[in-house]
């Protein structure tokens, strides 16, 4: 991707996305630090110096007891203070320009992939508009799922070439979109999709074909892990701890907490399309524990996850932008889930941030 192969028509409208962002979020700029922004304050010594940045980048998010590891969330507050000082204004201005790229990109891309600006358009509008995007773009804390998107983008970008991949620049965003947060490790099977479309096979010629390309974005997902060990520690490189006022599903029986977890599917998807009721926290008595399988919204959420698997096989040859957008939509939810394992969180919409861009099918 250059900036000198855009057409006057792309730079419409990406600077459109920009004027739009600023105008819905733009009330964000007079915001002071809230919930967990405040993180920032109390690690203020740590992340206002240059000197060190080394320190940084291998520091566990906020403290090694959260089991989080997320140095390109981290660095970016440092080059804030840096750059913007220590008001919240400079940290509320580069969330609505980091989110104004994520916009752009998915214009960008969607018009690579299937020539066509109008839909790429009409798929980056959709997408900025979304109400249950306001936590994740007002709070500052939630720099961490936009720059986690931003730098997948950029990954599946390599990947969509018509030259050789570029398997160094690969393997960086791979880095940086992980060490922003942990829900990128969903664009390793996005991509296999996202060849699969390409190559329209999926078979040992085409690995070996992009093998060097796939090994880089591998090595850059253990390279993060070992620098997680490094920083974290090896009792909390797995795993997060948590409390039952923030989670109550992990000190639940597995089957309810899956009943759950599908019902929270479909508070997710219904919540990104009938935007009532939003809320910043969701956790304890927020959310009940469904023990009964006949739960409306548990079945639902149980429909929307099969259903959306089968149509990513159904329609890959026939239609593959809706394979692409649901693979998006169902990896990048699994990670944030609750359903394989546990998370810090019962639910929040910041973390559906990711998967809503894939939800553009329902």
Request: net charge positive; proline share 4%.
């Amino acid at each position: 991707m250059s900036l000198r192969n855009l057409t006057k028509k792309d730079w419409i409208y990406i600077i459109s996305f920009f004027v739009l962002i600023f105008i819905i979020y733009g009330y964000s700029l007079s915001g002071d630090f809230v919930f967990d922004d405040r993180n920032i304050i109390e690690n203020e010594t740590l992340l206002s110096s240059l000197k060190n940045i080394g320190q940084v980048a291998i520091h566990p998010f906020w403290n090694t007891e959260a089991s989080l590891y997320r140095p390109t969330t981290l660095l970016s507050y440092t080059f804030n203070f840096i750059f913007f000082g220590h008001g919240p204004a400079g940290f509320h201005f580069i969330n609505l320009v980091l989110y104004s790229i994520v916009c752009s990109l998915v214009y960008l891309l969607i018009k690579r992939l299937w020539k066509n600006d109008h839909l790429a358009f009409f798929t980056a509008l959709i997408f900025l508009i979304l109400p249950i995007h306001t936590e994740v773009i007002a709070n500052i804390s939630g720099r961490g799922e936009i720059l986690a998107l931003l730098f997948s983008l950029l990954t599946l970008f390599e990947f969509t070439t018509d030259k050789k991949i570029n398997f160094w620049r690969a393997g960086l965003w791979m880095l940086l979109a992980i060490g922003s947060k942990e829900i990128a490790i969903a664009i390793i099977p996005i991509i296999f999709v996202l060849l699969y479309i390409k190559e329209q096979k999926l078979n040992l010629e085409m690995v070996k074909k992009y093998f060097i390309s796939i090994s880089s974005v591998t090595i850059a997902v253990l390279f993060y892990f070992f620098l997680r060990f490094f920083s974290l520690g090896p009792l909390n490189i797995l795993g997060v701890k948590t409390s039952l006022v923030e989670n109550p599903l992990i000190f639940t029986d597995t089957i309810p907490r899956i009943l759950t977890s599908f019902k929270i599917l479909w508070m997710y998807v219904s919540k990104t399309f009938w935007p009532i009721n939003l809320c910043s926290d969701y956790s304890f008595n927020q959310i009940p524990i469904i023990h009964n399988y006949l739960d409306f919204g548990t079945i639902m959420g149980i429909f929307i996850f099969f259903i959306s698997i089968s149509f990513i096989f159904i329609y890959i040859k026939k239609k593959p932008i809706i394979s692409l957008s649901l693979s998006i939509f169902i990896f990048s939810f699994l990670p944030i889930s609750n359903i394989i394992f546990p998370i810090g969180t019962i639910m929040g919409e910041r973390l559906f941030f990711f998967p809503s861009l894939g939800c553009r099918n329902f």
